[in-house]
Nanobody, 124 residues
């Protein structure tokens, strides 16, 4: 069992930056690939970024590539999402998730554990 708690969300103007954190507890953090997803009002949850267990391989949705960076610190049991050049369309609840067996796909079905989410609002 893994518990995930996101933090760092908030209100920011377009063009600004935020860094989200996701702290994990429970089973060995380094055993899991980690991902970030987001869900805007009236829309389905969508993949944002992911990082493999050791952290050298990352994946990004086209909509955030070049603006967002995912990273992990296995010593701190934490995964981060650095978000730069934010746009109003980035407004959503952001969720982190953990996957024990990860193929590298963008599907939420690969993830076993989810956090409660943190709200990110980007004003124009």
């Amino acid at each position: 069992q893994v518990q995930l708690v996101e933090s760092g969300g908030g209100l920011v103007q377009a063009g600004g930056s935020l860094r989200l954190s996701c702290a994990a507890s429970g089973r060995t953090f380094s055993s899991y690939a980690m991902g970030w997803f987001r869900q805007a009002p009236g829309k389905e949850r969508e993949f944002v970024a992911s990082v493999r267990r050791i952290g050298s391989r990352t994946y990004y949705a086209d909509s955030v590539k070049g603006r967002f960076t995912i990273s992990r610190d296995n010593a701190k049991n934490t995964v981060y999402l650095q978000m730069n050049s934010l746009k109003p369309e980035d407004t959503a609840v952001y969720y982190c998730a953990a996957a024990e067996y990860y193929s590298g796909s963008y599907s939420s079905n690969e993830y076993d554990y989810w956090g409660q989410g943190t709200q990110v609002t980007v004003s124009s």
